[in-house]
């Protein structure tokens, strides 16, 4: 038996990271965490590139885009995106996860979701790294997973 896992390592591989705007208070610490882990795994500081958007909506549109360029080894989307007053919550999440999803089908390269999306904005602090592991950080663990196990197959 065959067991394929992706080291992590970045030695020599390039990152871009999609991060929204809006709700910065938390995408903010996302960025911080995606980066220490990014660093932290060998990848050199000019080979994180992070692109801003308004809004969690617009993630998809910048990340196809990249995805079509070719130019790095993995997407890092990051974000937050908290329920309020009416039903936008539901309709922003799920088409953002819904574009996110189509990008890795479409494209020869790993899309990793780190978009928190929670009831309250305390949650989503709590995902961000207050209490809980950051959710920024673990998105890059995941992307530079896909980069090394992609090469294996």
Known sequence: MKIHEGKLSGIGKKFAVVV??????????LVEGAEDCLLRHGVKEDDIEI???????????????LA???KFDALICLGAIIRGETPHFDFVSSNVMRGIMQINLE?????????????TLEQAL??????QANRGFSAAMAALELTNLENVL
Request: glycine fraction near 8%; avoid cysteine; aromatic fraction near 8%.
């Open 20 to 29: 929204s705007r809006f709700n910065n208070l938390v995408s903010d610490r």
């Open 68 to 70: 079509e360029k070719g």
């Open 51 to 65: 692109f801003k958007v308004p809004g969690a909506y617009e993630i998809p549109y910048i990340a196809k885009t």
């Open 126 to 131: 709590d995902r961000a790294g207050a209490k």
């Open 107 to 119: 494209h020869d390269v790993p899309v990793v979701m780190g978009i928190i999306t929670a009831d």
